[in-house]
T-cell receptor, first 113, second 115 residues
Framework: GNSVTQMEGPVTLSEEAFLTINCTYT??????LFWYVQYPGEGLQLLLK?????DKGSNKGFEATYRKETTSFHLEKGSVQVSDSAVYFC????????????FGTGTRLKVLA | DAMVIQNPRYQVTQFGKPVTLSCSQT?????MYWYQQKSSQAPKLLFH???????NEADTPDNFQSRRPNTSFCFLDIRSPGLGDAAMYLC??????????????FGPGTRLTVL
């Protein structure tokens, strides 16, 4: 079946450091891939998405590229801020029928001033 | 702004006392989802509606029910909450058209406490 494997957290970085959160997937067909961010006590906010191979999603300085050859969708940001502290979820959308999501386990990011 | 709204944001109930959580959307999306999220875990899909068509996940307990009276509203009913049902409940919607239908938009969640 389809699955998403996400980097274990927590990840602790200093402000302005470079961020990478790894995400790999297993899927049949060509799923869409997503990164969501969840701030404490809040719902999930769509951060970025990519729908086909080599697509790059980007938003608020975050980027991720859909790599079919390595089945990966790693999240990167060049310079993190304290306000980026949150939990980040990688997800894929199943390609049949209901388009249900398969989520990764989430990675908690803590950015120190 | 078009959005997904959940009420209340915080709900406290007693063990065994029925509770209803609500979700409304102004996005006019055909599909609505209910998720349960426990601390430090990924959201777990309970069920979803495509229009009026209800789709239950195989491992969703019978204690959880849902109603969707119209396109805009969806309700989650927990008939006899147990301590293990304390969690964040998230509502999400997705668009009716194939292009973009795969993107889910989430509400802010309802934090349920069971005493």
């Amino acid at each position: 079946g389809n699955s998403v494997t996400q980097m274990e957290g927590p990840v602790t970085l200093s402000e302005e450091a470079f961020l990478t959160i790894n995400c790999t997937y297993t899927a049949t067909g060509y799923p869409s891939l997503f990164w969501y961010v969840q701030y404490p006590g809040e719902g999930l906010q769509l951060l970025l998405k990519a729908t086909k191979a080599d697509d790059k999603g980007s938003n608020k300085g975050f980027e991720a590229t859909y790599r079919k050859e390595t089945t990966s969708f790693h999240l990167e940001k060049g310079s993190v801020q304290v306000s980026d502290s949150a939990v980040y979820f990688c997800a894929l959308s199943e390609t049949s029928g209901t388009y249900k999501y398969i989520f990764g386990t989430g990675t908690r990011l803590k950015v120190l001033a | 702004d078009a959005m997904v709204i959940q009420n209340p944001r915080y709900q406290v109930t007693q063990f065994g006392k029925p509770v209803t959580l609500s979700c409304s959307q102004t996005l006019n999306h055909n599909v609505m989802y209910w998720y349960q999220q426990k601390s430090s875990q990924a959201p777990k899909l309970l069920f979803h509606y495509y229009d009026k068509d209800f789709n239950n996940e195989a491992d969703t307990p019978d204690n959880f029910q849902s109603r969707r009276p119209n396109t805009s509203f969806c309700f989650l009913d927990i008939r006899s909450p147990g301590l293990g049902d304390a969690a964040m409940y998230l509502c999400a919607t997705s668009r009716p058209y194939r292009e973009g239908r795969d993107t889910q938009y989430f509400g802010p969640g309802t934090r349920l406490t069971v005493l």
